[in-house]
């Protein structure tokens, strides 16, 4: 069974800090990471994934996430985020070589002035 | 242009009663799933299709069931609504089932009320 945690249901921000949106899973075999950003009242986007090699993955707009086996993680950062970034971001779970993915609970990012 | 198309945006439905959502998707893909969000749950996982074919089923009750009648349709029908059936449901889409992409690409969504 795989489980992903997302610690933060809520992080705030100001536009032009850093933030990292952490994501812990639990999964015995190899598996697929990925993040999800969903503004609101829209359906979700990807932004990046994982699955082996450099576990420093770059995404779209900036973003970027870290792969850590040991610690069971693959937090999202990004250096300076933009009023545009406020939504949920969801991280994701697959197994190998499969495309069901399961979500955490989502970490809602405002971004305020 | 949307690539998934969901219809209907919106819908509510009096207990009881029977809904069917629409998906079509535009991409050509051949693998489809049916999320739901409700404001219980996260995103859960409920079916997968390939190439047709029901591959993945993770929802216990048998009011839902999806239908897909051409390749690039997969909808949901819903019968005897329930309260707990608000959600807004979510169709997405992948090349395929299987094979390193672990990328999903979604609809809108549809949010579905129950009186």
């Known amino acids: 069974t795989q489980t992903v945690s997302q610690s933060d249901a809520h992080v705030t921000v100001f536009e032009g800090d850093s933030v990292e949106l952490r994501c812990n899973y639990s999964?015995?075999?190899?598996?697929?990471l990925s993040w999800y950003i969903q503004h609101h009242g829209r359906g979700l986007q990807f932004l990046l994934k994982y699955y082996s090699g450099n576990p420093v993955v770059q995404g779209v707009n900036g973003f970027k996430a870290e792969f850590s086996k040991s610690d069971s993680s693959f937090h999202l950062r990004k250096a300076s985020v933009h009023w545009s970034d406020s939504a949920v971001y969801f991280c994701?779970?697959?197994?190998?070589?499969?495309?069901?993915?399961?979500f955490g609970s989502g970490t809602k990012l405002t971004v305020e002035p | 242009d949307p690539k998934i198309i969901q219809k209907p945006k919106y819908l509510v439905a009096v207990t009881g009663s029977e809904k069917i959502l629409i998906c079509e998707q535009y991409?050509?893909?051949?693998?489809m799933y049916w999320y739901r969000q409700s404001a219980k749950k996260p995103l859960e996982f409920m079916f997968s299709y390939s190439y047709q074919k029901l591959m993945d089923n993770q929802t216990a009750s048998s009011r839902f069931q999806p239908q897909s009648s051409k390749k690039n349709h997969l909808d949901l029908q819903i019968t005897a609504l329930k309260p707990d059936d608000s959600a807004t449901y979510f169709c997405?889409?992948?090349?395929?089932?299987?094979?390193?992409?672990?990328?999903?690409?979604f609809g809108e969504g549809s949010k579905l009320t129950v009186l």
């Open positions: 999964y015995g075999g190899s598996i697929y």
């Open positions: 991409l050509g893909h051949n693998a």
């Open positions: 994701a779970v697959s197994a190998w070589n499969y495309n069901v993915l399961y």
């Open positions: 997405a889409s992948s090349q395929e089932r299987g094979g390193n992409t672990g990328q999903l690409y």
